[in-house]
């Protein structure tokens, strides 16, 4: 039972009542204590590891929404519009134009030796080319007039495909399916929406479909939030419970020594939309729990409630969009959504909420309110994940029921100009992720990436919490901003409150687990404009070195 | 091409009971082979009512009966269970998806278009008490009046419930919400299963099961003259929403079958010149034969029947 001692320019640890220190001691992966070094060495024997002296050692970062999907996408060239960075360390630059779209596809293209296998790529995003004509498969056919191509756009809801994609797969301009996106004189123009278009072109939509379940998906999950200073990371919307062999995959994976990731796994009970036995799930998933192992949690449940607002698919209540045609819609019935908690509630299985739109939360919020008056578990910390458009009022309630929030403060920066202009417009775009009026009202919250549909990186999420400015410059709400303080919180501890997991994570205290993320400068001291440009050197894991790549 | 009809309507209003009623009229007529091979794609099996003696086999996500009918749940995703049902031998002759209440039934229907399947159409049943309450909901207003608006066919049930007076109210109210999409009105879903499946070639059998249907009344028409297919598509677009129901086979001038298939709002006519099928009337001495439903007293079958007289007319004009 070896002791370490780990040296470092300044520990934070996020709990209270011992805030800061220089060293922190660690036996058999659990921390002994944070302090001075003459304050440690009454544990014993130690051994002094001096390689953090230079550094700022932070509790680990505990990103309570992202998604595997963030390591498949690795797995495919990414075409997005913003710079990502990869699981490698390595970036992958942001795609401005269409010329520079299809040359970065050809690159990709040239990659491949066998002459008949789809290019598949993803992150591609038409709001960021407004004013330009729709990308069609005339721009894709430029990459190659024989190789099928498939391009996944970031929302996950459209695709662009070639002539060959469509030719290979027998889709026609006599097909009557709707979302096959046609040119004026009625030929098809490549564009495929929603689901039953998409799968049309099965050769490339199976593709992106299946990524996501490789076991180097996983991986690469682990690497991108090691090089992100995470420690814990949700798997928000995973299929265990319905997918044995997932469970193998997980469980195999997690249980590798270098395996740089606690998994915190939430488990959808139902495809969206559909309704299940959901007390047989709630006793399913306690037999699930059971098979938990030390990097493979499963804290709770997640249920999909409505869209996006970029997509127009958030149910938002009055006065509506700004602009653009309203397809806001629920993915429950609203007199069901009770029967749908209830069995996990009882049972006291955590649930996440995904609500977009206020309208929406409103919904989780008043059937939540039902529940907790009909069984009274006062710990439930369920939380409105995503959250974005909250309303005072909702606040005031969600304070008084013990529900949590966590906020997309990534939207700010990736979205955050468009919903001025476009989606919802001034007033709410100033008051998209509330979180300082969550801090006033005593929300408890945390702030998120969903990565991959933003990048995992709990920095640039802080940053955008406390700077909450815009591509264009715009700074949204001033009044919403907190203090790097505050955002470091939402990304530990409170992030580990919301899954039950803050007394072992999410802090450095005597007794919790030795997770830090071990950062080049203190995100409390710098400027706050540069918070998101601190280099992460890695991680420790339960007392184990983890170097980011790169 | 197997056939593939969406069912929506929201929570209670009917839907299951529907299916129910369908797996009961579909049996238990297997052995001689007229009981239609059909598939359900339902939420979850609490609600539906099958006799034990008919289940063949089950798993917890699909039940088979003896007579081919299959009951699967929609817990794997939409996508999965009509990709089983498509590689079971033999395959279902036309498959029912259940919706949920809140689903977007037009993007579910674009499945209908891929692959072996055919859209034959989109059923939404509405609850005559509640309906209207609905469509003005916080939550719900406007995914049930998309839901109302992409319907070919709405089934509004419970009229029992409801003064005679409101039946008509609300009859009117739908029609200028939906801009006029044919309304059949039930009492617990009991409609004529013709309504929903494919007519039979010939009038007899079909006509058997309206007469036995208090609210419902067919009209059928049949000629050894041929007809032109412009003259068809003339007295397609005549049908107004008196008709819920449609289906013709006719003989064209170049001696080719046309299909006509309406429901409601869903007008199509289809060429069958390379296999005739099972439907085929080549060979028989009928060049025209329709078949239209409709609710009783609201079926103008004298109107049908000039429309019927105006096909001939105009495809003797083209003749001559």
């Known amino acids: 039972m070896s002791i370490t001692i780990y040296q470092a320019k300044k520990i934070i640890t996020m709990n209270p009542s011992n805030p800061q220190g220089t060293h922190a001691a660690v036996r058999d992966g659990l921390i002994l204590g944070v302090g001075s070094l003459s304050e440690l060495e009454g544990w014993g024997e130690y051994e002094l590891d001096t390689s953090f002296s230079d550094h700022i050692i932070v509790p680990g970062f505990v990103e309570a929404h992202a998604h595997v999907m963030a390591g498949g996408m690795m797995l495919l060239p990414y075409m997005g519009y913003f710079e990502r960075k990869l699981a490698d360390g390595s970036t992958a630059p942001g795609i401005k134009s269409y010329a520079e779209l299809i040359s970065a596809l050809k690159e990709a293209e040239a990659k491949l030796t066998d002459p008949d296998e789809p290019l598949v790529a993803v992150g591609f995003d038409p709001i960021y080319f407004p004013g330009q004509p729709r990308l069609s498969r005339h721009e894709l056919d430029q990459v190659s007039s024989t190789r099928p191509i498939y391009l996944q756009h970031a929302s996950g809801h459209l695709a662009t495909v070639n002539t060959p994609m469509l030719v290979s797969n027998g889709v026609t301009k006599e097909m009557q399916v709707e979302g096959l996106g046609r040119q004026e004189d009625g030929e098809l123009d490549g564009e495929l929406r929603e689901p039953a278009a998409m799968g049309c072109c099965k050769t490339g939509n199976r593709i992106v479909q299946g990524i996501n379940q490789t076991e180097q998906a996983l991986r690469d999950f682990g690497a991108l939030a090691c090089n992100a200073g995470i420690t814990t990371c949700t798997d928000l919307g995973g299929a265990s419970l319905i997918a044995p062999k997932l469970l193998d995959r997980w469980q195999n994976i997690t249980a590798e020594a270098s395996f740089p990731l606690r998994i915190a796994q939430y488990n959808i009970p139902a495809m969206p939309g559909a309704s299940a036995a959901f007390d047989q799930i709630a006793d399913q998933f306690v037999a699930l729990r059971k098979q938990e192992s030390e990097k493979l949690r499963f804290p709770g449940i997640k249920f999909i409630l409505d869209g996006s607002i970029q997509g127009f698919s958030a149910l938002i209540d009055e006065p509506g969009y700004y602009s653009g045609e309203d397809h806001g819609q629920l993915l429950t019935v609203p007199e069901q959504f009770a029967d749908w908690l209830r069995p996990f509630h009882r049972a006291s299985i955590n649930v996440h909420m995904h609500c977009n739109g206020n309208l929406t939360q409103q919904l989780a919020i008043d059937t939540v309110e039902k529940i907790v008056r009909e069984d009274p578990w006062l710990d439930h910390r369920h939380t409105i994940t995503h959250a974005q458009l909250t309303t005072q009022a909702q606040l005031r309630k969600m304070a008084r029921l013990g529900l949590c929030a966590n906020f997309f403060t990534n939207h700010l920066w990736y979205w955050g100009d468009q919903h001025y202009d476009i989606t919802v417009g001034p007033e709410r775009a100033n008051s998209l992720e509330p979180c300082a009026s969550a801090l006033r009202e005593g929300v408890s919250f945390s702030i998120h990436s969903d990565a991959g549909v933003t990048p995992l990186g709990s920095l640039h999420t802080m940053w955008c919490a406390v700077n909450r400015l815009t591509p264009s410059g715009r700074v949204l709400g001033e009044v919403e901003k907190i203090s790097p303080y505050e955002a470091l919180k939402a990304v530990t501890i409170s992030g580990a409150y919301q899954l039950h997991l803050d007394h072992e994570v999410g802090s450095l205290e005597a007794g919790k687990k030795a997770d830090f993320a071990v950062l080049q400068e203190d995100p409390l001291v710098v400027d706050p404009m540069s918070i998101r440009d601190i280099k992460v050197w890695g991680t420790v894991l339960a007392g184990t070195k983890h170097q980011a790549a790169g | ?320």
Request: charged share 20%; aromatic share 4%; hydrophobic share 40%.
């Open chain 2, 1 to 320: 091409m197997i056939g593939f009809t969406v069912l929506g309507g929201y929570l209670g209003v009917g839907k299951t009971t529907l299916l129910n009623n369908i797996l009961r009229n579909n049996l238990p007529s297997a052995e001689d082979g007229s009981s239609k091979r059909i598939a359900l794609l339902i939420n979850d099996f609490g609600d539906i009512n099958i006799d034990a003696k008919l289940i063949q086999s089950q798993t917890d996500n699909q039940i088979n009966l003896a007579n081919g009918c299959v009951c699967c749940t929609l817990t794997d995703g939409f996508t999965n269970a009509v990709e089983t049902l498509l590689e079971a031998s033999p395959k279902p002759d036309h498959i029912i998806v259940e919706a949920s209440g809140v689903a977007d039934v037009n993007n579910l229907s674009q499945y209908g278009h891929s692959d072996e399947l055919k859209l034959a159409s989109i059923i939404v049943v509405a609850d005559a008490e509640t309906v209207r309450e609905k469509a003005h909901d916080k939550y719900v207003a406007k995914t049930i009046q998309r839901q109302l608006r992409s319907a070919d066919l709405i089934l509004l049930n419970k009229v029992d419930l409801i003064d005679e007076s409101e039946v008509d109210n609300l009859t009117a109210w739908l029609a200028e919400l939906t801009e006029g999409v044919p309304v059949a009105c039930s009492v617990k879903c009991h409609v004529p299963m013709s309504l929903i499946f494919d007519l039979e070639s010939r009038g007899n059998s079909v006509n058997e099961e309206i007469h036995a249907h208090e609210h419902y009344d067919s009209w059928s028409f049949s000629t050894p003259q041929t007809a032109t297919r412009a003259a068809l598509e003339t007295f397609m677009q005549k049908l107004d929403s008196h008709v819920l129901r449609c289906k013709g086979v006719i003989v064209d001038e170049s001696g080719d079958q046309l299909t006509l298939q309406v429901v409601g709002n869903r007008k199509v006519i289809e060429r069958q010149a390379s296999d005739p099928g099972p439907d085929s009337l080549i060979d028989g001495a009928v060049g025209i034969e329709l078949v239209a439903i409709g609710m009783a007293g609201a079926l103008d079958t004298a109107k049908l029947d000039t429309m019927a007289q105006d096909l001939l007319n105009n495809s003797d004009l083209v003749a001559s």
